[in-house]
C-alpha cells in the first residue's frame, strides 16, 4: 500500500518543488497563528485597549474591580487594626 504523501514515480521535480514551497507555506502559517497565541502581552493589550489607544470597556470594569478589591482589604485592615 503506497503513503498518499509520497510521490509517485511520474511526478516532476518541479511538481516536488512547488509542493515543497506550499508545504513550507502552510507551516508559516501555522507557527505564525501559534505564536500569537502565545503572545499573551498582545493579546491582553488588545483586550484592553482599542486599535486607536483608548480603554475598552472591559479595560474599565477590570480597572473597577480592581479599585474596590484593593478598598475592600483596606477597609478591611482598619477594621481588624479598631478592634484590637
Known amino acids: 500500500m503506497s503513503d498518499p504523501q509520497s510521490p509517485s514515480p511520474s511526478t516532476s ?5 512547488a509542493d515543497i514551497e506550499r508545504t513550507r507555506a502552510e507551516l508559516a502559517d501555522t507557527v505564525d497563528q501559534l ?3 502565545l503572545d499573551v502581552k498582545t493579546r491582553v493589550r488588545d483586550r484592553l485597549i ?5 480603554p475598552t470597556t472591559t479595560a474599565y470594569v477590570v480597572g473597577t474591580a480592581v479599585v474596590l478589591a484593593l478598598t475592600a482589604m483596606v477597609v478591611r485592615g482598619v477594621r481588624r487594626k479598631e478592634h484590637r
Not at 521535480?13 to 518543488?17: G, R
Not at 482599542?50 to 483608548?54: K, N
Open 13 to 17: 521535480v518541479s511538481d516536488l518543488q
Open 35 to 37: 505564536a500569537a497565541r
Open 50 to 54: 482599542t486599535p486607536e489607544g483608548r
